[in-house]
């Protein structure tokens, strides 16, 4: 069992560049969330969604899109990546309700905005 | 706007010590409050979680502390280790899907 999958990693990215982050999870969760690390902000959440074909912004949306297509996959984009935009991504599912109500997290993408 | 405030932002205790986190909420809707550590490189996982209708709950060495009508709860990690360093995240769910984190409290137990 997977759980969480982010890709990729890593990644160096110029100015100006888009980008698409893959995440994917294993679960049948409905919830699915992005969230951005940055030392000192604790995790800031910047999109999530309530179901397949269901988006809705958090805190911090603006430079990303969003995207669910399938229950399974939740897809982060940059149109035209910023400095201000290096930072560690991570990727969570939850089911919304009942007894087990945890978040599971992926590994996170170390993004650098050159 | 910071819907959930969490201090000190880093801990510095001695082994065997009582580290406290402390967490404000402004949003009363909220209704499940997790707490999540994050070893360096990898995603948080969960650790222990209380619900507003509870006013403290024990897992092993962690026990969380609710005040619901001063919307604050809290993190006690008693009889603390060295494999306790860790940073720290409370949050706070609340219907309708948004699960929000708190700054974050980077904790150093010392041999």
């Known amino acids: 069992n997977a759980g969480v999958t982010q890709t990729p990693k890593f990644r160096v990215l110029k100015t100006g560049q888009s980008m698409t982050l893959l995440c994917a999870q294993d679960?049948?969760?409905?919830?699915m969330y992005w969230y951005r690390q940055d030392p000192g902000m604790g995790l800031r959440l910047i999109h999530y969604?309530?179901?397949?074909?269901?988006?809705a912004k958090g805190e911090v949306p603006d430079g990303y899109n969003v995207s669910r297509l399938k229950k399974q996959n939740f897809l982060l984009g940059l149109e035209s990546a910023a400095p201000s935009q290096t930072s560690v991504y991570f990727c969570?599912?939850?089911?919304?309700?009942?007894?087990?109500?945890?978040?599971?997290f992926g590994q996170g993408t170390r993004l650098t905005v050159v | 706007q910071q819907q959930v405030k969490q201090s000190p932002q880093s801990l510095i205790v001695q082994k065997g010590g009582i580290p406290i986190i402390n967490c404000a909420y402004e949003?009363?809707?909220?209704?499940?409050f997790p707490w999540y550590q994050q070893f360096p490189g990898k995603g948080p996982a969960l650790l222990i979680a209380?619900?507003?209708?509870?006013s403290e709950k024990k897992e092993g060495r962690f026990t969380i502390s609710f005040n619901k009508s001063a919307k604050q709860f809290s993190l006690h990690i008693m009889d603390s280790q060295p494999g306790d360093s860790a940073t720290y995240f409370c949050?706070?769910?609340?219907?309708?899907?948004?699960?929000?984190f708190g700054q974050g409290t980077e904790l150093s137990v010392k041999p």
């Open positions: 209380i619900r507003p209708d509870v």
């Open positions: 679960m049948n969760h409905e919830y």
């Open positions: 949003n009363t809707a909220f209704d499940y």
């Open positions: 949050a706070a769910f609340r219907g309708g899907g948004k699960l929000i």
């Open positions: 969570a599912s939850r089911d919304p309700g009942g007894r087990n109500t945890e978040a599971f």
């Open positions: 969604s309530v179901g397949e074909g269901t988006t």
